[in-house]
């Protein structure tokens, strides 16, 4: 019986032993390079170093964006007890916040990893970082902070979850923001704690490049304010505004009211979150006159002063009605413009043949993308001449049957009263890298000139008149002359133009002498007036009036004063009536003027550029030697003496250096 049960004992050690050398053959020889694939998979992690996304500053070095550095806990429900849950329940609650519940019932939840808590602060982080329990585990999370919350939203765009930019300038320059990520080789024990890093393995994170723009946070502020006490008060759907320095093309501000925070972006609707200045087109209805009368001006095929029939206000055109909100019966081509004569500019286009008129609104922009750094941007629409109906060219002439986007329009309104030139609108002022070294200086981007300086004088001094005497009184300014454009067009709903929706707009610039800033305000179907004069131009008066106040200086106006009417030089010097030019062949005028009423005393012309010195003082009737060249550094008559007849000035030039570039 002994013998049996030793039998059994041996037979049963025997057959172990060779279990055992069979598991031990089938780890070591057959599936060895299996195991060693994955033991290593478990123990060397290669991670991932995210780099530290760029930051965003306004004009002024004033930080609009930056990143803090946040925390994400995730469990692996595989790895943990019930006790280690309690355990993480109190921990996260004591350091936290939160009830021990809300965390038991998270790691309740189904599924193998989950996150019990999302973007937690790093210096509350660190208060956990001894904390050690198996299956608990933490990610970098880092959280892209929009410090002013809604200010400059449409301009910022936001980050989405996945840190990459969405919309607005995180978008645009999302490469550039995100910069390189970095590696690093990690070993893990068999729990999955950190032993150590592949230090010669480590590939470090590039920081991304610095974004400063051209907007300035204080007009920027001004702008939404004015935008939504504007919607507040005339009622509307929504409103842009855009602020522009005309002689550079840099926006200055850009605002969609209402607004949304990028902090929170996922509160608000794709609608919200659109830019409608360049994204939405519209008919431009009146605003538009102005590119129409500045192609008949540069081509000479009209005179300010000739009178035009207006029908009293109702004009049949090739069986299609024409009407003014103003009725009168007869109006100078200036006329026009201030009261804004739907029939008169009908009239008045038809001395543009069609290519003529395409060409120069296509110069202007039209039709076409402006190239801002912004995404989204649409052309708007300009058909071609061969696409034309009997009346299109008509109705283009006072802003219909053409769509154009904010930003195109303000960019255009820009070539009209800064000499003629357009340039492309800019909002990156320069990009920064990590190091501090620049990698982009923004310059003025001219893309062609589409009018003549002259035919920029004398829109400007239409366009003041507009506000002076027509349809835009209520965005006249005490201290500074203003010049502008109202505009209202009814929308098209449902094929059919609205006799209740209007788009109110107003267009605006000053000083007009020597414009610094120009001013796009339209509000989408305003429920309290719905006129761009009663509507749109008071707002712009509110957004001009507070930004002169932060530097009355920089906004000198050396006339503000009623401009007098267009004279004509002719040929023949002993005549003095105006020509009434009907033909782009005319042969009688050689150039136009502005004659202006004097001001007294002598403006200070310190820091103005060479060729605006010479325009003030060619003005005022004050003849003048030049020396050197540049900006006005000093004048041989002192700011404020009388002005006497025949008084002779001298003005000594430099040319000033700024970051190694000549400015004059």
């Known amino acids: 019986m002994s013998n049996s049960r030793a039998l059994i004992v041996i037979v049963f050690i025997v057959v172990f032993f060779a279990a055992l050398l069979i598991r031990l053959f089938d780890i070591q020889i057959i599936k060895s390079d299996n195991l060693k694939f994955f033991a290593k998979r478990q123990q060397i992690v290669v991670e991932k170093v995210l780099a530290e996304r760029g930051l965003i500053y306004d004009r002024n070095n004033l930080l609009l964006v930056y990143n803090r550095n946040d925390v994400s806990f995730y469990v692996d429900l595989r790895m943990i007890t019930k006790k280690d849950k309690i355990k993480i329940a109190n921990k996260f609650s004591t350091v936290f916040g939160g009830s021990k519940q809300s965390y038991l019932s998270a790691m309740n939840d189904s599924g193998k990893t989950i996150c019990i808590l999302k973007k937690a602060p790093s210096e509350k982080a660190l208060l956990v970082k001894d904390f050690k329990i198996n299956g608990l585990f933490y990610r970098e999370d880092p959280t ?24 607005g300038i995180e978008r645009s320059c999302d490469d550039l923001l995100s910069g ?16 150590t890093v592949e230090e010669s393995q480590t590939k470090a ?81 009146s605003t ?10 540069d081509k000479n095929l009209c005179n ?21 909100a103003h009725k009168s019966q007869w109006l100078t081509v200036r006329g026009v413009i201030e009261e804004s004569s739907n029939i008169g500019m009908s009239k008045l286009v038809q001395r543009l043949d069609d290519d003529t008129f395409y060409k120069y609104l296509r110069a202007f922009g039209f039709g076409n993308y402006t190239s801002v750094e912004l995404p989204g941007e649409v052309r708007g ?26 930003i195109q329009l303000i960019s255009a309104y820009a070539a009209i009263v800064n000499g003629g030139v357009l340039f492309q609108p800019q909002i990156i002022e320069k990009e920064v890298g990590h190091n501090g070294q620049l990698i982009y200086q923004s310059s003025p981007k001219e893309i062609r000139r589409v009018i003549s300086e002259n035919t920029s004088l004398r829109m400007r001094n239409l366009l003041v008149g507009v506000v002076k005497e027509g349809t835009g009184t209520n965005a006249q300014l005490k201290s500074v002359t203003v ?26 610039f000053f000083p007009a002498d020597n414009p610094q800033i120009v001013c796009l305000i339209l509000v989408n179907s305003p429920t309290v007036g719905r006129y761009g004069g009663s509507v749109a131009a008071p707002i712009f008066k509110n957004v001009a009036e507070k930004i002169i106040d932060l530097n009355p200086s920089q906004f000198k106006d050396f006339q503000n004063i009623p401009i007098q009417k267009d004279i004509l030089i002719t040929k023949n010097a002993s005549e003095s009536k105006p020509q009434n030019l009907t033909t782009s062949n005319s042969t009688d005028s050689t150039k136009y003027f502005l004659s202006l009423q004097k001001i007294n005393n002598m403006p200070d012309l310190k820091n103005y550029s060479l060729k605006d010195a010479i325009l003030i003082l060619s003005k005022l009737g ?30 000594n030039c430099k040319e000033q250096m700024v970051a190694g570039a000549v400015v004059y």
């Open 144 to 167: 892209t902070v929009y410090y002013y919350k809604d200010l400059a939203s449409h301009v910022l765009g936001y980050v989405g979850s996945d840190y990459k930019g969405v919309d």
């Open 381 to 406: 629409l300009l058909r071609k001449p061969n696409e034309w109906g009997q009346v299109t060219k008509e109705f283009m002439s006072f802003g219909y049957g053409v769509m154009v986007t904010p």
């Open 483 to 508: 010049g502008g454009k109202t505009g209202t067009s009814q929308k098209l709903i449902d094929g059919k133009y609205s006799k209740e929706q209007y788009n109110s707009s107003f267009v605006g």
């Open 622 to 651: 004050i003849k003048y030697k030049i020396y050197g060249s540049g900006r006005v550094v000093s004048q041989s008559i002192q700011p404020g003496d009388q002005i006497q007849p025949g008084i002779f000035c001298e003005l």
């Open 304 to 324: 300010l002063d000739e009178n035009i029939y207006v029908e009293n206000g109702r004009f049949k055109f090739k069986n299609v009605y024409i009407t003014d």
């Open 180 to 195: 390189q990520d970095g590696s690093m080789v990690v070993l893990r024990d068999a729990i999955g704690d950190m032993i």
């Open 288 to 297: 538009f006159k102005s590119f129409t009368m500045a192609a008949l001006l």
């Open 205 to 285: 994170a590039v920081p991304g490049a610095s974004i400063y723009l051209t907007i300035d946070k204080t007009y920027q502020s001004i702008l939404e304010q004015e935008l939504n006490d504007g919607l507040e008060k005339f009622g509307g759907t929504s409103a842009v505004g855009i602020i522009m320095n005309p002689n550079n093309g840099q926006i200055l501000a850009l605002a969609n009211s209402a607004d949304y925070d990028p902090n929170e972006y996922w509160k608000f609707s794709d609608t919200v979150r659109r830019d409608r200045a360049v994204t939405d087109s519209y008919e431009p209805g």
